[in-house]
Structure formats: C-alpha cells, structure tokens
C-alpha cells in the first residue's frame, strides 16, 4: 500500500527549531515533486515549502523563506523539512505530499495531489 507515514513535530520554544520527516512506502519518492502544506486552526490549508522531481528547485513561502529548509534523501525514500527560528504564528498541524504533474510554483492543496501524510502538529509556545 502506497502511504507517506510523517514523524517529529511537538511542541517546541519561539526561536527554537524541529525537523519533520516524510517517508514514503510503496513507491518512490524521486518520481514525485514533494512538498509541505500547513493549516491553522480556522484558516486553510497553505502550502510551505516545495522540491521538485530534479531536487535542483526549492520553493518557500514568503512566510517562512530564510527559516526553513526542505531536503530528499533518496536512499531513505523519505523528505525532510527543518524548520529554525520557529514562530508562534508558525503553529499548525503540516502535511507532507506528493505530486507527479509537473511544477513551476507551488502548488495548491487540490484533487491533483497523489498521496498526502497523515499530518501532524508543530506548537511553537513559550
């Protein structure tokens, strides 16, 4: 069964820093453009951070370019996001997901997505 199984997140200090993974089962992920999205309590779901299929593009948000970084490693099948100089505002449960059309920008949170994570939450807090 094909599934991206997500890890880390928590709760962790303004200013402080976390790294989540994004492994995937039953396929490969260098087949995939793959990426972050995030969802506030009462907002929607946004997109964060992007690596296409060549690893050679990186998208960020406005919100977070400088702050966080997104990284493949091919041997583990899995895609990374660490994420320095947390917010508060950067509080929200994130998503990772796979894409296989092909990307020039990020894309949105829609029907085209392929598989998505199960989610989890990151609370930056003091």
């Known amino acids: 069964q094909a599934q991206l199984v997500q890890s880390g997140g928590g709760l962790v200090q303004p200013g402080g820093s976390l790294t989540l993974s994004c492994a995937a089962s039953?396929?490969?992920?260098?087949?995939?453009?793959m990426g972050w999205f995030r969802q506030a309590p009462g907002k929607e779901r946004e997109a964060v951070s992007w690596?296409?299929?060549?690893?050679?593009?990186?998208y960020y948000s406005h919100s977070v370019q400088g702050r966080f970084i997104i990284s493949r490693d091919s041997a583990k099948n899995t895609v990374y996001l660490q994420m320095n100089s947390l917010k508060p505002e950067d509080t929200a449960i994130y998503y990772c997901?796979?894409?296989?059309?092909?990307?020039?920008?990020?894309?949105?949170?829609?029907?085209?997505?392929?598989?998505w994570g199960q989610g989890t939450q990151v609370t930056v807090s003091s």
């Open positions: 997901a796979a894409l296989s059309l092909s990307i020039a920008s990020m894309p949105t949170p829609g029907p085209r997505i392929n598989y």
């Open positions: 039953g396929f490969t992920l260098d087949s995939y453009n």
């Open positions: 690596i296409d299929r060549s690893d050679y593009n990186k």
